[in-house]
């Protein structure tokens, strides 16, 4: 008897290290959008001061600063972080 073509695939689990990591599953590329749109060029500049956000900024260009460079990804990840906790607060706030 000969073995099947197609072996079914493994189902995709979170991995243990993921699991409580919020930014699982979203892009770099994403979170810079979503700050742009939110804070603007200028508005970003003063959260995050970094010359990718004030001279001549761009999603690519700055994508390819922070990939290159840890500890401004890093502080550009909690800055979205932030940003994210602040709108779900004004949200619940304008239900009340």
């Not at 699982?24 to 001061?49: C, F, N, R």
């Given at each position: 008897m000969s073995e099947p073509k197609y072996k079914p695939k493994p189902k995709l689990e979170r991995p243990e290290t993921?699991?409580?990591?919020?930014?699982?599953?979203?892009?770099?590329?994403?979170?810079?959008?979503?700050?742009?749109?939110?804070?603007?060029?200028?508005?970003?500049?003063?959260?995050?001061?970094?010359?990718?956000?004030?001279?001549?900024?761009s999603i690519n260009s700055s994508l390819k600063f922070l990939r290159k460079t840890p500890w401004a990804r890093e502080k550009i990840e909690k800055l979205y972080l932030f940003t994210q906790r602040e709108i779900i607060r004004q949200k619940k706030s304008q239900q009340r």
């Open positions: 993921q699991r409580n990591n919020p930014l699982h599953g979203i892009t770099l590329k994403t979170i810079v959008s979503e700050l742009v749109d939110y804070y603007g060029w200028q508005g970003l500049a003063e959260k995050a001061p970094m010359n990718c956000f004030k001279n001549n900024p």
